[in-house]
């Protein structure tokens, strides 16, 4: 059974910066990718960034491209999402997911992914 833990969650200053992990436990195997995906109020889920195992490729939704950074430590079977330069609209809570149904092609689409975490909300003001 696998299990996602995020944390680094919170409220924040626009300009600001957060970093979230995401511990990933149970696994058998690892996963075809891992993503953070996030979701406001009246919303839907939207892929935010993702990281393809083997390639290590990563892949960036626009409204982020150029602050937020995925990452993954294998040792330690965390991933993390750096954000930098925080905005208003980055308000949302956040969830980690990793994905064992198959290749992944953008590992930023949520039909990628068949285990989610239970998000960590961030705020920013």
């Known amino acids: 059974h696998v299990q996602l833990v995020e944390s680094g969650g919170g409220s924040v200053q626009a300009g600001g910066s957060l970093k979230l992990s995401c511990k990933v436990s149970?696994?058998?195997?690892?996963?075809?990718?891992m993503g953070w995906f996030r979701q406001a109020p009246g919303k839907e889920r939207e892929g935010v960034a993702g990281?393809?195992?083997?390639?290590?490729?990563?892949s960036y939704a626009n409204s982020v491209k150029g602050r937020f950074t995925i990452s993954q430590d294998n040792a330690k079977n965390t991933v993390y999402l750096q954000m930098n330069s925080l905005k208003p609209e980055d308000t949302a809570m956040y969830f980690c997911?990793?994905?064992?149904?198959?290749?992944?092609?953008?590992?930023?689409?949520?039909?990628?992914?068949?285990?989610w975490g239970q998000g960590t909300q961030v705020t920013v003001s």
């Open positions: 997911a990793a994905g064992y149904l198959g290749p992944c092609l953008t590992s930023l689409s949520v039909f990628e992914y068949n285990a």
């Open positions: 990281i393809i195992a083997g390639s290590g490729r990563t």
């Open positions: 149970g696994h058998s195997r690892g996963s075809n990718c």
